[in-house]
């Protein structure tokens, strides 16, 4: 079972910037894709981010232009880069692997103030 954790939220203000970190046990190479979900008080998990292993990615409309994820194989590691934050990216953000079952980090809160 692969086993994911992130890390790098935290509070920041609006405009600011985070980098998350997701560390994937295993190589992430043989990994489909990974990507980058959040939750929001009282809303729905969003699909933020992906990235295939071919480095396609994808983007939810709502971080288009301000979110960049990435992925290094040689530290199984996947970031997500958020720029321009609004305190509508306030949320739990959690990472996951699209394996079998598919796999999800513990998440990390992200706070952005006005």
């Known amino acids: 079972q692969v086993q994911l954790v992130e890390s790098g939220g935290g509070l920041v203000q609006a405009g600011g910037s985070l980098t998350l970190s997701c560390v994937v046990s295993g190589s992430i190479s043989s990994i489909n894709a990974v990507g980058w979900s959040r939750q929001a008080p009282g809303k729905q998990r969003e699909l933020v981010a992906h990235?295939?292993?071919?480095?396609?990615?994808n983007y939810a409309d709502s971080v288009k232009g301000r979110f960049t994820i990435s992925r290094n194989n040689a530290k199984n590691t996947v970031y997500l880069q958020m720029d321009s934050l609004k305190p509508e990216d306030t949320a739990v953000y959690y990472c996951?692997?699209?394996?079998?079952?598919?796999?999800w980090g513990q998440g990390t809160q992200v706070t952005v103030s006005s």
């Open positions: 990235i295939t292993s071919g480095g396609s990615t």
């Open positions: 996951n692997a699209d394996t079998l079952p598919p796999a």
